[in-house]
């Protein structure tokens, strides 16, 4: 069963703060993983779409990485602004859905 | 490009009473939409698939009779919650397909229903 593990759960950062959020996965087949953003009470915001390993996408401050195991999501100076959930997720060539992972709440402060 | 709408964005009702709930999706056509459950600081719970044209096919553990789902075109497919109870109350959100192949998933805004 394809299965998705984000870490941490929560992270709180200064602005200006570089960090990374982490995402492992085991799946028979990665056909694609996925980062979103959510905010409260909002549907989630697609950000990347990574395809294989060694694959780089970057926006804005944004840059995400996936390797056969896990993928990092990298936030280069964040602003207050960047604070959200994000959000995870796999589909592999046995599932037409994406299973999702539990999501990092991020909090960035002035 | 790539927008997906629903509608109501929030509904209140009395339990015992059915709700629907309408996917759209705007600017493309969509063959398979996804419903999703959400609880409170938790992630996304796939409820069940929806192909236009054809039955949904749900998770398991959830009930058919319960959660109606309907996709009769490519760009709207309906949730309806029957006789909704408090348990019910939930943020529900739904996605389209915009790709056949890589199929990349848009979602819509959510819907937050409170069952009194």
């Known amino acids: 069963e394809d299965q998705v593990t984000q870490s941490p759960e929560a992270l709180r950062l200064q602005e200006g703060e570089s960090s990374s959020l982490n995402c492992s996965y085991t799946?028979?087949?990665?056909?694609?993983l996925f980062w979103y953003r959510q905010d409260p009470g909002k549907g989630p915001e697609f950000l990347f779409t990574?395809?294989?390993a060694g694959e780089e996408k970057e926006k804005e401050r944004l840059k995400a990485t996936l390797t056969k195991k896990e993928s990092f999501l990298h936030i280069t100076a964040p602003k207050p602004e960047d604070s959200a959930t994000y959000l995870c997720?796999?589909?592999?060539?046995?599932?037409?859905?994406?299973?999702f992972g539990a999501g990092t709440r991020l909090t960035v402060k002035p | 490009g790539a927008v997906v709408s629903q509608h109501p964005s929030r509904v209140i009702c009395k339990s015992g009473t059915s709700v629907k709930i309408e996917c759209r999706s705007l600017d493309f056509q969509a063959t398979t939409m996804f419903w999703y459950r959400q609880f409170p600081k938790k992630s996304l719970m796939l409820m069940a698939t929806?192909?236009?044209?054809?039955?949904?096919?749900?998770e398991q553990g959830v009930e058919k009779d319960k959660f109606l789902i309907n996709h009769a075109s490519l760009t709207l497919s309906t949730l309806t919650v029957t006789s909704a109870h408090p348990e019910d109350s939930s943020f529900y959100i739904c996605?389209?397909?915009?790709?056949?192949?890589?199929?990349?998933?848009?979602f819509g805004p959510g819907t937050r229903l409170t069952v009194l």
């Open positions: 997720a796999v589909r592999s060539y046995n599932n037409n859905d994406m299973r």
């Open positions: 929806s192909n236009e044209g054809s039955k949904a096919t749900y």
């Open positions: 799946v028979s087949g990665l056909r694609g």
């Open positions: 996605s389209a397909g915009t790709n056949s192949y890589f199929n990349e998933q848009f």
């Open positions: 990574l395809y294989s």
